[in-house]
Nanobody
C-alpha cells in the first residue's frame, strides 16, 4: 500500500503561482509514475502532469509551459509548480502514484481556486 498526502493548494489571483507537494509513504519502493490530476466542477477528471521514475514528464496541452512537475526520489515527494494561473485552472488537484504492477493510488485532493 502507498499513502499520498498533498499540500499547497489555496486561493490565488489570476497570473499568480502556487506549488503543490505530494509526499508518498508506505510501499514506495514499488512506485513507478507519479503525477497530478484535477477535476473541476461538472467536468471529468483529467491528467495534468506526470513524471516517471526515470524522469520522463508529460503535460496536458492546457498547462504546457506554465506548470512544471518535479520529483525528489530521496524525499519520496512530487511537486507541481503552477505559474501564470488562470481561472480555468480552478479544480481539486489529486496526487497519483502508479506502481510497477499498475496499481493506482490517490491522495485526498487539494483545492486550487484562481480568481479573475
Amino acid at each position: 500500500q502507498v499513502q499520498l498526502v498533498e499540500s499547497g493548494g489555496g486561493l490565488v489571483q489570476a497570473g499568480g503561482s502556487l506549488r503543490l507537494s505530494c509526499a508518498a509513504s508506505g510501499s514506495i519502493g514499488g512506485i513507478n509514475t507519479m503525477g497530478w490530476y484535477r477535476q473541476a466542477p461538472g467536468k471529468q477528471c483529467e491528467l495534468v502532469a506526470r513524471v516517471s521514475s526515470s524522469g520522463t514528464t508529460n503535460y496536458a496541452d492546457s498547462v504546457e509551459g506554465r506548470f512544471t512537475i518535479s520529483r525528489d526520489n530521496a524525499k519520496n515527494t512530487v511537486y507541481l509548480q503552477m505559474n501564470s494561473l488562470k481561472p480555468e485552472d480552478t479544480a481539486v488537484y489529486y496526487c497519483n502514484a502508479v506502481s510497477l504492477f499498475r496499481e493506482f493510488y490517490w491522495g485526498q485532493g487539494t483545492q486550487v481556486t484562481v480568481s479573475s
